[in-house]
């Protein structure tokens, strides 16, 4: 290394590097390391030393899901995507952090990150996760206020996520997923039918009416009630407007092909949108 170091213009002489190592017998930790110009022996050994690795600005996107997360990582050689999908769905990693559910998706937060490449996918499930305990802090105290467990408020923030960009359309779209699950009819929301296909690797970027016949415990089409998991990794707005829906009584919505939805509380009115706004 300290040879290395010397070739790459780091440190004008190998020798001293060595002599330090010597007398310190530190562990040198393996990685990629940056250095502006020449620097004292002295501060090289202890910068690898202490494992202070170049670090890559990551931005994980809000609605991001685990697959997204993974090409993201896979990109900047953080970790291989199948390794960071592994980790990140096993059953095992959501019981390490105490999760009723088998996949860490939703639980990661959308976020800005700074990780070294080569970074192992539990150390960054670890970080993502307990920003988002950080970033929700505020929040959770008031599951128990709407008769909601953590696993359930997250898995609709993500329905909602994927649903809208507006921010002003959370609330209410919100209130339908709430409404429809208080009187017991299926969600029937679309993403958790990409969400199935994209587990299954079977996503090619077009949703048919045979892909909401699929019997997948994911599809709200084929089954009642909330998916196993989240759909995808929500922002603080979308949880936040779970926890503080509009009082509606709709039931239903349809996209007006301008990224806003047209609202109904009743079937009949519902397919008058669908003709209005998908003509």
Known sequence: MALLLYREGVIRSPISFMAIHSLIRGKLEAGEYEFKGWVFPWDAYLKIHRGQRKLYKITVPE?????????????????????????????????????????????????????????????????????????????????EERGLTLEEWVIIASMVEKETAVPEERPIIASVILNRIKLGMPLQIDPTVIYALKRRGEWKGVLTRKHLQLDDPYNTYYHKGLPPSPICNPSLQSLEAVLNPAETNYLYFVSMGNGRHAFSSNYKDHLKNIATYRR
Do not use: W
């Open 63 to 143: 609605g991001f899901d685990l697959y997204d997360i993974a090409d993201l990582l896979e990109e900047y050689s953080i970790c291989k995507r199948e390794d960071f999908l592994k980790v990140a769905n096993s059953p095992e990693t959501a019981k390490r952090y105490g999760l009723r559910t088998y996949t860490m998706e939703g639980f990661l937060f959308p976020d800005t990150y700074y990780f070294s490449k080569n970074t192992h996918p539990l150390r960054v499930v670890d970080v993502m996760f307990k920003n988002f305990l950080r970033r929700t802090e505020h929040l959770r105290p008031k599951l």
